[in-house]
Structures are given as structure tokens and as C-alpha cells.
């Protein structure tokens, strides 16, 4: 057998031309001394990132975990690993902006409840300005689709709430910016002079808890369900806080 080497090395040896980016010519010595050249396939050497291409990486990072919590239906089974082949990187490149699994985790679910209060607000902007109780359904109809739509993201979601706060503090995270996209709503309502039976934050929660409840039974028996059904008893349920 020959003796194998890269061309451009300290053979001398020259390094193939026209060739393709992220390949290299290796060249290897026959029996009879003659150089024989290929080309193969190399990983290009990853750069250092320009100034904003860090924060696009880590978006990229968290719609790779996204899609692949959409094949997994659960974050069970959401590895570093898993997530990196997703992206097409290397593992070293999410411990750059997420120090383990657990902080992976965390930006993927507020990376979720973004896309949910995205999608609340979009809702709710197409309804005419003057239905203000038509915009308090249509953001909790849309709620509900991301909900049914995403069934592992939103138990990811839901079973990550706020953390426990002292009597008297209000808790903050991403749960309750979708509940104070409610609270706004029905804040609308009354300004409005849609009389409501509660607060417009109390009212907000009732909006909400009944909902994720409908959809959880429509998701324990989604066979026996259909989406319409969900939208219309969140109708009937939305009606109940107004006077």
C-alpha cells in the first residue's frame, strides 16, 4: 500500500484546481511512485459570527427544537443532540447560547408563548376595532388552534407556568403576557360599555382556564371531538362573564 497524504502539505505537492468550496484534493503514492488526486468532501471551518448573526443562530436553534418537538409530541425525548442535527450544527454550537438541556428548554417555552401571543394579537387585529367582544373571541379562538395545532408545545408550555410569588405579588412570565392580552380585551369590553359580571382580570382568567380546559378533553379524545365544537363552547363560555 502507498502512503497517503493532503495535498498543499509539506509534501509540496500542488493543490487541486477548479476544485469545489469544502473540498480538498488527497493525493496518495502508487507502487510505482506515481500521484494519483481526488477530491473529497470537507466541513468547512465554522467563522467567527458577525455582529447579529449570534442572536439569528439562536433563533435558528430554537425553530429547530420547535419542529423537532412537532415529530416528538413531548419534550421528553428533546436531547442537545437531537436539536443539533435538526439545525444541521454542531452540538458546541447551542452550549454557546444554552448551558444545558434545562436552558434549552426555557427559551424553547417562551419561544413558544411567543408565537402564541403573535398569533392572539394577528387574531384580533382582524377583527373590526368596534366588535370589541368579536376580538376577545377571535384571540381565544386562536388560542385554542395553537393549542390543538401544537399539542406538545403547549404542554411544554402549560406545564412550565410562572413561579410561585409572595401573597400580594403578581406573578410575571410568558403565561401571564397571554393572559394580560385577555385582560386588555376585556378591559376594551367594558370601556366600551359591554357590561362585565367580574374584572376584566378575572374575567381574563375565567376566558382562559375554561378554554385550555376544553382543550385538554378535546386532545384526551380528540377521535370524538372537532374543532368547531371547541370554538363554539369557548363562545358559550366567553358569554358567561359578560352581564
Not at 403578581?170 to 376594551?188: E, Q, Y
Amino acid at each position: 500500500m502507498g502512503d497517503t497524504f493532503a495535498s498543499g502539505g509539506a509534501s509540496g505537492l500542488p493543490r487541486s484546481k477548479g476544485g469545489s468550496p469544502g473540498r480538498t484534493a488527497v493525493g496518495r503514492l502508487s507502487g510505482k511512485n506515481r500521484y494519483v488526486s481526488k477530491e473529497v468532501q470537507v466541513s468547512a471551518p465554522r467563522t467567527r459570527n458577525r455582529w447579529g448573526e449570534g442572536e439569528r443562530l439562536r433563533g435558528e436553534i430554537l425553530a429547530a427544537a420547535s419542529r423537532l418537538l412537532s415529530e416528538l409530541d413531548g419534550e421528553d425525548g428533546l436531547t442537545i443532540r437531537g436539536v443539533a442535527r435538526v439545525a444541521g450544527i454542531a452540538p458546541a454550537s447551542i452550549y454557546q447560547h444554552f448551558t444545558d438541556r434545562a436552558a434549552l428548554v426555557a427559551g424553547l417555552t417562551e419561544h413558544e408563548f411567543v408565537r402564541l401571543r403573535v398569533a392572539m394579537e394577528a387574531a384580533g387585529d382582524r377583527v373590526d376595532s368596534g366588535d370589541v367582544v368579536g376580538r376577545v373571541r377571535a384571540m381565544l379562538h386562536a388560542s385554542c388552534r395553537f393549542a390543538m395545532d401544537n399539542p406538545g408545545h403547549y404542554r411544554l408550555m402549560t406545564a412550565n407556568g410562572p413561579p410561585g410569588t409572595a401573597p400580594g405579588v403578581r406573578p410575571a412570565g410568558p403565561l401571564v403576557d397571554v393572559i394580560d392580552l385577555l385582560v386588555a380585551g376585556f378591559a376594551r369590553c367594558a370601556a366600551a360599555g359591554v357590561a362585565l359580571r367580574v374584572s376584566p382580570e378575572r374575567a381574563a382568567v375565567i376566558a382562559f382556564v375554561g378554554a385550555h380546559g376544553r382543550v385538554a378533553l378535546f386532545q384526551d379524545s380528540a377521535k370524538h371531538n372537532d374543532a368547531d365544537s371547541v370554538m363554539s363552547f369557548v363562545d358559550e363560555f366567553v358569554a358567561l362573564v359578560f352581564a
